[in-house]
């Protein structure tokens, strides 16, 4: 009997070892450790994707394609776009900037995932996964700011293209430091990442990266729905929301009768029960809602308590899908 429990201690023991470690990277096994963030992969998600890979080892991998700002930050700073995750063998995997099983790559198993670095809410859908991985959420402004403070507290070095890319991550997300989201931790470590980077004004950086966001002229109403998209489940419905940030907002909102055929086509090919636009006017700090039936309509109107202009709904002071529209959507279906 004795023998039996010693058994039962040793392969407890054993589990707990194989953990991952966040807090002691020489422990763990980085042979085909892979790290990447979510579908629609935002500059935020792409960098961190980058840090993590740095910081713990293993490879950064993109799911998707990048967009023009992440192409711009990687291309100013140096780096190699990170091999697509299709490409890459990966026994473990290492998630950055998402938990929703919505948002999670096909190819990615489950089973395989060891760890999660996020800054978002456990919403309805998480992934499900059947062994303990080890979690790091914190209510910070970017998935970037917790990984440059995993650098600094694990007293690993960021190179300075590394540095660069990361500073890129925490800019994206909190806007240049205009979201709601934004902590003074993120422009603390955006200050330490640019020294290191060599950057002296942050501000201009920035606002050279909402430049190469904003340029989506050449882009179509199709592929700008989903260059900044995520799916999510509220209430037991299956939702989408894409977001367009951008200094040219105008340029966007004449293409209206575009962005309506592209929507009506992916609603009905991705089996939505509702999907939402939004072109986000990061010079006015102000939303312009979009959908295309009458169900999504009534949850905005819900949503926002907002007029239906007849083309777009205008919420001012509204920049953040995490923080703003996301949890006011869901709000309102899980209240139908």
């Given at each position: ?23 002691n ?9 892979v790290w ?5 992969p ?30 711009f ?16 063998k ?6 950055v ?12 198993a ?5 760890a ?7 919403g ?12 790091d959420i ?39 430091f ?9 422009k ?9 980077a ?11 990266m909402?430049?190469?966001k ?7 109403a ?23 940030e ?16 592209a ?48 083309e777009?709904?205008t ?22």
């Amino acid at each position: 009997m004795k023998k039996h429990y010693l058994a039962i201690l040793l392969a407890a023991c054993s589990t707990s070892s194989m953990a991952f470690e966040l807090t002691n990277p020489a422990a763990n096994n980085t042979d085909n450790l892979v790290w990447s963030g979510h579908l629609s992969p935002d500059t935020d998600t792409v960098t961190s994707a980058i840090a993590a890979a740095h910081i713990f080892g293993g490879t950064a991998a993109i799911p998707e394609a990048v967009n023009p700002e992440s192409q711009f930050v990687l291309d100013y700073c140096k780096v190699k776009t990170p091999t697509m995750l299709s490409a890459v063998k990966a026994d473990k995997v290492g998630l950055v900037d998402f938990n929703q099983k919505t948002q999670l790559h096909s190819s990615i198993a489950e089973d395989k995932i060891v760890a999660i670095i996020d800054h978002h809410a456990i919403g309805g859908n998480p992934v499900n996964m059947p062994q303990v991985a080890t979690l790091d959420i914190r209510p910070w402004g970017s998935a970037a700011t917790i990984l440059a403070n995993r650098a600094e507290t694990l007293g690993v070095s960021l190179p300075a293209e590394i540095a660069c890319t990361t500073l890129g991550g925490i800019l994206s997300d909190t806007v240049v430091f205009t979201s709601p989201t934004t902590t003074e931790y993120d422009k603390q470590y955006a200050e330490k990442l640019a020294k290191t980077a060599r950057i002296k004004d942050i501000k201009a950086f920035g606002e050279k990266m909402l430049e190469a966001k904003s340029d989506l002229s050449h882009v179509s109403a199709a592929d700008i729905l989903t260059l900044d998209y995520k799916n999510f489940a509220y209430g037991g419905k299956k939702v989408g929301i894409g977001v367009a940030e951008t200094l040219t907002a105008q340029q966007l909102l004449d293409r209206r009768d575009e962005f309506v055929a592209a929507m009506k086509a992916y609603k009905k090919e991705a089996g939505l029960d509702h999907l939402f636009f939004s072109v986000i006017d990061t010079k006015h700090k102000r939303a312009n809602m979009l959908w295309i039936d009458s169900a999504d309509q009534k949850v905005v109107q819900a949503a926002f308590k907002g007029k239906n202009t007849g083309e777009w709904l205008t919420l001012d002071g509204v920049t953040s899908r995490k923080r703003q529209i996301g949890p006011s959507i869901q709000k309102a279906i899980e209240a139908q």
